[in-house]
């Protein structure tokens, strides 16, 4: 087990420089509500731990599929990086206690909002890349997925957001989603794009990335989680449901 804080003995990697860990835990909100009270939120340690999580789970998977093409190992890869699968490695370590955030974002229930529990996930993998090198961060990701790894079916797996958002949009609403570039921020070498999830006229999901594929990818997770929680409300029959 390693030492150090709590956290770090959750993640069993010690860190040789403490506030980079501390700056993975920062969410926009904190930052909004709480102006120069820390440099920036965990965004850009998330945008470099999503690329060595995606390097990482890739030659996971190159190594144990070797009869699979390149089509299959990217669905796989989808599989294991999306939303849902890195927010139940998050529960798993009790990141969500950990997080920073605005007193908005804490009371609506952010500390177990998917969306957040994949982002913080992503930049603690940023951070211990920094930290300790692509070795440990290696160790940690596939230690910490070890199980959807070892579960993982080439033949058979869920879908990724956008194919799952679809199936649902045109089984409910019979519509299917339109994604539109909403912002382009940036430099033609480290441009970010903001995409609108659009169904029926509805924007159901907002997304940003590097890449308008993967803004697109974010915004339909979004719109699935929105969707999810207004199914609930329906079955539940709150006020509002339909809205």
Do not use: W
Not at 94 to 119: F, I, Q
Request: aromatic residues 4%.
């Amino acid at each position: 087990m390693a030492k150090g804080s709590p956290l770090e003995q959750r993640l069993r990697v010690t860190f040789k420089n403490p506030a980079l860990l501390q700056q993975a835990l920062v969410h926009s909100s904190y930052v909004n509500e709480n102006p120069g009270l820390v440099p920036e939120s965990n965004e850009r340690m998330e945008f470099l731990g999503d690329a060595v999580l995606g390097l990482v789970v890739a030659d996971a998977l190159y190594a144990a599929f070797p009869g699979q093409d390149e089509g299959k190992l990217t669905e796989l890869r989808a599989h294991l990086v999306r939303r849902d699968t890195l927010a139940k490695a998050a529960r798993k370590l009790e990141l969500g206690e950990a997080l920073l955030l605005g007193r908005g974002e804490d009371d609506g229930g952010g500390r177990k909002r998917p969306t957040n529990l994949s982002h913080i996930y992503e930049a603690i993998v940023g951070a211990i890349f920094l930290d300790r090198g692509l070795a440990t961060a290696r160790r940690f990701v596939l230690t910490s997925l070890r199980s959807e790894l070892e579960d993982i079916d080439a033949q058979k797996f869920p879908m990724d957001p956008k194919s799952r958002l679809q199936e649902i949009s045109q089984s409910r609403y019979q519509d299917t989603p339109r994604y539109q570039v909403v912002d382009t921020q940036g430099p033609d070498h480290a441009r970010r794009f903001t995409v609108d999830a659009v169904v029926q006229g509805e924007t159901l999901g907002t997304g940003s990335g590097r890449s308008k594929q993967a803004a697109e990818k974010r915004a339909a997770e979004e719109a699935l989680e929105r969707l999810e929680h207004r199914s609930d409300s329906e079955k539940a029959g709150l006020p509002g449901a339909c809205t």
